[in-house]
């Protein structure tokens, strides 16, 4: 699995605001601080993940971002998907859609294993999980 930096930095943002739930909304730089991040970087991030409906903002003074919906109900694979499309694509294609020349047929079945594996792991940790 090679995970970008941009699904790296998604994760590591919504942990912050996942540790954050129930305190208001966190500034963008705050977000970007705590995880030692590109502040315009985690801004692009943060608006993906707002029109995704994972990340709710808020303008003033005291505005900032918070999840828009409970830690609990947000998935690693969730967020990886918002900001990087398709879990476990092989050379941007899904492992389903992937067609070989003979000789190497056997492998679209091995890729969709391991996407299977991937999603499993994936699917099932939440952001409440990782900030307990």
């Known amino acids: 699995m090679k995970l970008s930096a941009k699904a790296d930095y998604a994760v590591r943002a919504v942990l912050v605001l996942a540790a954050h739930q129930g305190e208001g909304p966190i500034k963008g730089e705050l977000v970007a601080k705590a995880q030692d991040l590109p502040l315009k970087f985690v801004e692009n991030i943060l608006g993906e993940l707002k029109h995704a409906g994972i990340v709710a903002s808020h303008r003033g003074p005291e505005g900032g971002y918070r999840l828009a919906v409970p830690a609990e109900e947000i998935s690693l694979a969730e967020v990886i998907r918002v900001v990087d499309g398709s879990i476990a694509a092989v050379a941007g294609v899904r492992p389903d859609e992937v067609?070989?020349?003979?000789?190497?047929?056997?492998?679209?079945?091995?890729?969709?294993?391991?996407?299977?594996?991937?999603?499993?792991?994936?699917?099932?940790?939440?952001?409440?999980?990782?900030?307990?």
């Open 99 to 132: 067609t070989y020349p003979p000789g190497a047929e056997a492998l679209p079945g091995v890729w969709l294993e391991a996407r299977g594996m991937l999603r499993s792991v994936l699917e099932t940790i939440t952001f409440a999980q990782l900030v307990e």
